[in-house]
């Protein structure tokens, strides 16, 4: 893409109103806009990011067996009076509006409900189970609490996946499946180094839940972290176990951490509110064992980017980079350097790399600080030394390594 | 995709809930689920065809240098006083609800405010534009109708694209363009030939906008048809224009038709509330000139339901179809043919073919029944005849033709 042609525009000032990392980043690169606190807008740049996270889960979720489902925010009443979980004193983060013609609803926080009854149009013996549904879908939370950026809002996309299993055998087989799963997603969005599976309260069914929780300052979590098992537990844990789970040492380190995926293990708590039943090989009829599994891809965005960033702006893993080079002219008004780097535009773009081309009329200065703020791995310069020598400059944005390569080699990359 | 391990299940009862063609279709074949009136949620089969049509229309999108965003639902109320469409006098479909940490908003129901505010910090020059944004996005609408299936709810994705111009010779080019641009779009989706443009009120800025308008029973518009033009003018135009705006001829024809899609002037409506300004080439400021140009992907797909169907199930045009191909074993429990079929699934799906399996252990005649319902457009059948004369079946499922080939044949479909 011809960044003349991509209307947003960097800032180079810090936005007054956000304290968090990401979120200063995010505006001023022209990824996301606030449209007021705890709720974003996602501009090009920021779409492409999210989608190349989102494209990642899914992959991963059709792996796994998962069927793409697409469910509704607005919710009726009636479904969560059953789980008891629409009165305001037991849910506090419920959106809640009405009915024109009458009637009260809800924004879904959240969709086992709706999901499970669902699911007894489909349910009835044994042979339909296992099955697994996942969605990407705008959770709406009442939050009282936004000063995370993206981190925290009270409006986002989550991808949300609920299993429905026949034993606990079967249940507990695809639980740790989608603990290897989740492992694979945060690797493959650049948070495997800092990510760890972190013991949780487990309700009624289970002992534990997981989390999946990524080190970080900014992190409104706290953690204790085994640094021999790289497992911890997180802070209602600790209290009742002072020891890593897997080793028994007591030698835990507090970290502040973000929750970037949860695993829970639900058993029949919404199949029996709901009635979801199925009749076993024996014709007995047995209440369905759930889970749920969520990842909230925005706000994995926002962590890579409290993670990975310098004074100078954001780093973007390759995998999820909006653009995987970032081609700059710097010839001025040169018209043998624009016609040079027009030219390698389109050879790189007809090769299927994903370029974002700055042909725009700005300083060399001003585009280099540009590019240093949204982060995009590679950076080719076109100049004068292209046209005189053939020599592009090529940086690396993460290590700062400057090497300089003819076009052929440029084409192999 | 196997459909033992497809979850949905199709139902032979139509569903006493509901009363338009789409939606007693799509909920029989288990594409979509009603979630309470007005509201439904998208099944894997539905979801598949929807995801379709948006990628055809991201497509088109794209090719007339749309760039996409995805703004939020939730809306302050500030910003939609300054146009005057807050109060639930003058805009009678809001959803509103409240914050916990105090103050109102609402769920959009279209996006030209926001959006305008967003552009004030991406626009200065005339260099800046032109700019055309689109998005996918939910929209609520608190209707007090909600007969019509998947044509008219209270929560569904819609495409709108806005554009920004300098003059109204610029905008004009683009508005001709996006006509021309929809045009393409119905015809790829199947509705090409019984899709009109159909004129209707213009507002302050220009004498008409224009809506796309499919011709149907179903429809809960009517429109007055030039058939030797093939254009229309919507009921509220015919009053003061009873001709056709093309040819002069007062021979128009009143047809039902739902209202496909839609595009507006705006004028300077928008950018003059909120000071959406940009420095002509002269150094003067300028009001941008924007209009709006919606597409709704859910209700195109229900219009395709509602002009494509038969009594025994839906007739999907190929561009949309969830699957290309559908295989139907119908070996009962003949291991040779259920091995025999499995070989062709592989094969098929090898090369790209998108095949839904029909591996079920059911009759022939539940699997031809389910087959129609489901409406793919070529349905094949693996029998006895395959594995002992290497024929099978092949079916069209809109001519109804039948025809035999064997493999090789049928990997060159």
New interface residues.
């Given amino acids: 893409m011809r960044q003349s042609?991509?209307?947003?525009?960097t800032?180079r000032e810090t936005p007054a109103d956000e304290v968090s990392k990401n979120a200063k980043l995010l505006v001023r690169g022209?990824f996301i806009?606030k449209?007021?606190a705890g709720?974003?807008?996602?501009?090009?740049l920021g779409?492409r990011v999210?989608s190349k996270i989102i494209g990642i889960v899914r992959r991963e979720m059709d792996s796994i067996?998962g069927?793409?489902?697409?469910?509704?925010?607005?919710?009726?009443k009636e479904i969560w009076k059953k789980t008891d979980r629409w009165d305001d004193e037991k849910v506090?983060?419920w959106?809640?509006?009405?009915?024109?013609?009458g009637g009260e609803?809800g924004?879904a926080f959240t969709h086992e409900e709706?999901l499970t009854r669902?699911?007894k149009?489909?349910?009835?013996s044994f042979?339909?189970l296992p099955?697994f549904?996942y969605q990407f879908q705008?959770k709406?939370r009442?939050?009282?609490r936004a000063k995370s950026g993206i981190l925290r809002t009270?409006?986002f996309l989550m991808k949300d996946l609920y299993s429905f299993c026949r034993t606990k055998e079967e249940h507990e087989a695809f639980y740790d499946r989608v603990k290897e799963t989740y492992r694979r997603i945060f690797k493959a969005v650049g948070l495997g180094d800092r990510t760890y599976l972190t013991f949780a309260s487990g309700g009624s069914f289970s002992k534990y839940s997981h989390e999946f929780q990524t080190e970080t300052e900014a992190g409104e979590d706290v953690i204790h972290l085994c640094e021999k098992c790289l497992i911890a537990v997180n802070d209602e844990i600790i209290k009742e176990q002072k020891v890593c789970p897997n080793c028994g040492s007591a030698a835990l380190v507090k970290k502040n951490a973000v929750e970037v995926g949860n695993i829970f293990s639900l058993g029949t708590r919404f199949s029996e509110a709901f009635a979801l039943l199925f009749l076993d090989e024996g014709g007995k009829r047995q209440p369905v064992i759930m889970g749920s599994y969520g990842i909230g891809p925005a706000r994995v965005m926002g962590t890579v980017v409290e993670t990975s960033s310098d004074e100078r702006g954001i780093i973007w893993p390759a995998s999820i980079a909006p653009f995987s080079l970032h081609l700059i002219s710097v010839g001025g008004r040169d018209k043998n350097v624009s016609a040079r780097a027009d030219e390698l535009y389109k050879k790189l773009s007809s090769k299927g790399v994903e370029v974002l081309y700055d042909d725009r009329d700005a300083s060399a200065g001003e585009k280099f600080a540009d590019a240093d703020l949204l982060g995009i791995p590679l950076r080719v310069v076109a100049g004068k030394e292209a046209v005189e020598k053939g020599r592009f400059e090529i940086k690396d944005r993460k290590s700062g390594k400057v090497s300089f390569k003819a076009e052929t080699e440029l084409m192999k990359l």
Same sequence: chains 1, 2.
């Fill in positions: 042609e991509l209307f947003t525009k800032r022209g806009a449209e007021m709720v974003y807008s996602f501009l090009p779409l999210l067996g069927r793409e489902v697409f469910l509704s925010a607005l919710q009726e506090d983060i959106f809640k509006t009405k009915l024109r013609i609803l924004l709706p669902l699911m149009e489909h349910i009835r042979r339909d099955a549904l705008t709406f009442n939050e009282t009270r409006e």
